[in-house]
């Protein structure tokens, strides 16, 4: 079908205390029988397939007359759900932001509120991406009901996604929900396992595994969500209880990426390497997998105890506990680094305060022989303190080498090649631009 045009633009109206507003026509009357002409001749699996594109580039006077035509068909076209992903029309509408596509679905032809085969609802895929105004909807409306704390298959609710998008309208939509009051903050989660410990400590309430990069030996990561995780009023004060590193970060991948590239080059062999906030792993287990090049030794690190015992699972997940080991290290403890130097450390993303680059540094050249190398990778804006980190190792490393990821670093890792699910999970992939660094040490370090 051909798209609509543009000749007769139409603000939506205010929505009244049930979400409710006429979804007026964006084109012209001659243009939409032109429409209604063109349905006509698709199949219903055609009319499907229009029907979700429609959707997600909001097409909304194409959905009106898809709508229109397979009126019979309400199972099989307004409530399509698509074999694989279990996605519907909302889902894509919600996702990437057309309110006017949302709002004809739901009050017009009563689209149903579902989850998709991960278990997200298209408010979880509104709050990922930042939508503010169909966040604002899905609040705001009376119609479906939705909950803000219901989490999907990775423990993930809408709220968490709102933290993540970054966006403080779509995180103030959803904590002024009825379903986000304070006692539903503060009691939210799995009914997986025991509760809390003794110590009060957040418990593990889900887990996934990814497979990244080769179908064939693919490197096999899990993450996993916490207790109570929707909570942004967590005690923050303590390092060794931040748990970012259960998630899977788009910096690490790129990271892996860059891994992978050099160690095909049989940089790896016979060295000894020092993973710095490991997180999930991803670089680390990459250059450990590498068939070309593996490493003597490796040591994947981080301070949360519960992040340490992940890295464990995703060494012995991908069979290399034989020379890989996880650590609690402490950057403010040289009792808990590794007892010898090593030829190289690797991280990803490690500053997001400014306060932190005087401790790095040391940390680095803490652990590193001299002549070897710092390879980094981060986004190359949007951290606060990046810019004197990176300032402050190009003083004391000569020779230093900085570069763009380029695209193919970007490409989705998912071995089973599904866009959305990449999208979903890791949008900073594709919407960042990452920086790649090689820092020599001096031999006189």
């Not at 633009?9 to 205390?17: F, G, M, Q, S």
């Not at 931040?242 to 998630?247: A, F, I, P, W």
């Not at 490493?295 to 992040?307: A, G, H, I, K, S």
């Amino acid at each position: 079908m051909g798209k609509q045009s543009k000749s007769k633009t139409v603000e939506p109206a205010n929505d009244d205390k049930d979400g409710n507003s006429v979804v007026e026509m964006e084109i012209s009357d001659e243009e939409y029988q032109e429409l209604l002409s063109q349905a006509k001749e698709l199949t219903l699996e055609e009319a499907q397939e229009e029907w979700m594109e429609s959707c997600r580039y909001g097409e909304v006077d194409v959905v009106r007359a898809l709508a229109e035509n397979f009126p019979s068909s309400q199972e099989t076209l307004i409530g399509f759900v698509h074999p694989d992903t279990g996605n519907t029309g909302l889902h894509m509408a919600s996702a990437n932001g057309h309110t006017n596509v949302v709002k004809l679905l739901v009050r017009q032809y009563g689209h149903s509120f579902t989850k998709n085969a991960s278990g997200n609802t298209p408010l979880h895929w509104a709050a990922a991406n930042g939508k503010a105004e169909v966040v604002k909807f899905w609040t705001s409306q009376t119609i479906v009901e939705v909950d803000v704390l219901e989490k999907n298959a990775h423990g993930r609710s809408a709220l968490t996604e709102g933290f993540s998008s970054q966006n403080e309208d779509v995180v103030a939509a959803i904590l002024e929900h009825d379903s986000a009051s304070e006692e539903k903050l503060l009691s939210t989660g799995s009914q997986k396992g025991t509760g809390g410990n003794e110590d009060g400590e957040e418990e593990l309430l889900d887990s996934h595994v990814h497979s990244f990069f080769d179908k064939e030996r693919p490197l096999k990561i899990r993450e996993l969500a916490m207790k109570n995780a929707d909570n942004p009023f967590a005690d923050t004060d303590r390092p060794d209880q931040d748990t970012t590193g259960l998630s899977i970060w788009s910096a690490s991948l790129v990271m892996a990426r860059w891994m992978q590239a050099v160690g095909m080059t049989g940089y790896w062999k016979d060295s000894s390497v020092l993973e710095l906030g490991s997180g999930c792993g991803v670089p680390g287990l990459m250059v450990a997998t590498s068939d070309a090049s593996r490493p003597r030794r490796m040591f994947l690190t981080d301070l949360n105890p519960q992040t340490v015992d992940n890295l464990r699972y995703n060494i012995e997940l991908n069979e290399v506990q034989d020379f890989v080991e996880a650590k609690c290290m402490d950057w403010e403890d040289k009792s808990t680094w590794p007892e010898e130097k090593v030829d190289h450390v690797i991280g990803s993303d490690l500053i997001y305060i400014k306060s932190l680059v005087p401790l790095l540094t040391s940390v680095i050249f803490g652990t590193i022989k001299p002549g070897g190398k710092f390879l980094y990778v981060c986004p190359d804006t949007g951290r606060d303190g990046l810019d004197a980190f990176v300032e402050a190792m190009k003083q004391k490393c000569p020779g230093w080498v900085e570069q763009v990821a380029p695209k193919e670093y970007h490409s989705n890792p998912l071995t089973n090649e599904d866009d959305e699910e990449c999208f979903l999970h890791f949008q900073e992939l594709s919407s960042l631009t990452y920086m790649l660094y090689e820092f020599p040490i001096p031999n006189n370090n």
